[in-house]
């Protein structure tokens, strides 16, 4: 994973999140401050070497997701994991507008032991907060095989600004 930064002295953390779209996802944290760089893939199925077509078909057991690699003395998880709760809805299994599978169920693939801590200590929080008409249903996982997305789909909407004039995020 190539990163927007030096890191001589940066401690890097990582954390892959999937919650609809993973060009969607990508594209509301990619340019925040402390984000080091982002990669779309698949993650949290049987298949090796799982391609945009299969996982797809929602039989891969994949999810679309987003790997983000990102200095923790500048954002922390919790700030992370507040913006993504703000680009999906955390309430719905699988969304049924545009986005429909379980390929594009919620989830946060934890890479540490004190990342699951700090995840469901954070959903825990926001089902007590009142903000949301619903539980939450996004699973806090151990993070597994991570599959990059073919080219075409990395950093998709900075590739497709011609079509996209006005920020979606």
Same mark, same amino acid.
């Given at each position: 994973?190539?990163?927007?930064? @030096?890191?001589? *002295?940066?401690?890097?953390?990582? =954390?892959?999140?999937?919650? &609809?779209?993973?060009?969607?996802? /990508? !594209? ?15 993650? @949290?199925?049987? *298949?090796?070497?799982?391609?945009? =077509?299969?996982?797809?078909? &929602?039989?891969?057991?994949?999810? /679309? !997701? ?104």
């Amino acid at each position: 994973m190539e990163t927007n930064a @030096g890191t001589e *002295e940066m401690e890097i953390c990582q =954390i892959t999140l999937a919650g &609809g779209c993973f060009r969607e996802i /990508e !594209a509301g944290l990619r340019k925040i401050p402390g984000i080091l760089a982002t990669v779309v893939g698949y993650t @949290g199925g049987g *298949e090796e070497n799982p391609d945009y =077509i299969r996982v797809s078909t &929602g039989e891969t057991g994949h999810v /679309e !997701a987003v790997r983000i690699a990102y200095d923790p003395t500048v954002i922390p998880l919790s700030d992370i994991l507040d913006r993504f709760f703000c680009l999906y809805d955390p309430t719905v299994k699988e969304p049924e507008t545009g986005s429909e599978g379980s390929q594009y169920r919620s989830a946060v693939f934890c890479h540490t032991e004190e990342d699951c801590r700090t995840t469901r200590a954070f959903i825990h929080a926001e089902e007590k907060s009142g903000n949301y008409c619903g539980p939450i249903v996004t699973e806090v996982r151990t993070a597994a095989t991570f599959w990059p997305a073919e080219d075409c789909h990395q950093q998709y909407y900075e590739k497709m600004a011609n079509r996209y004039r006005k920020p979606l995020f």
